[in-house]
């Protein structure tokens, strides 16, 4: 029996990467900003962080996340919960992120 239409973590980080923090023009994969994402069936439990705890834009980036997890087809229902342990620092993004704020080395 072929096991069709499993959605991975990939898949989850995939969408998440169109969404953006709106004050940096990174998506908030390669912000560094997605601490853990857990697939069960068509639930997804995402924790994510932010630059800093204070971020006024903290609820519009968590929506944003939610929804667009949520346009993947065979998903049902979506938990983005805020953590700030550890604290977000720059040496959490990526290296595409950083050629992209042109911090690379």
Avoid at 7 to 12: A, N, Q, W
Avoid at 41 to 60: A, K, R
Avoid at 63 to 90: G, T, Y
Wanted: charge should be negative; include cysteine.
């Amino acid at each position: 029996m072929a096991e069709s239409n499993l959605i991975t973590e990939e898949d989850v980080f995939e969408a998440l990467r169109d969404v953006y923090d709106p004050e940096i023009p990174i998506n908030v994969v390669d912000l560094g900003l997605i601490y853990e994402c857990k697939v069960d069936g068509s639930n997804v439990d995402i924790q994510m962080t932010l630059t800093f705890p204070g971020c006024g834009m903290g609820p519009h980036i968590a929506q944003q996340a939610e929804w667009r997890v949520l346009e993947i087809e065979e998903i049902d229902k979506v938990n983005v919960e805020m953590v700030f342990d550890p604290p977000w620092n720059p040496e959490m993004i990526s290296e595409d992120g950083k050629a992209q704020l042109g911090m690379d080395d």
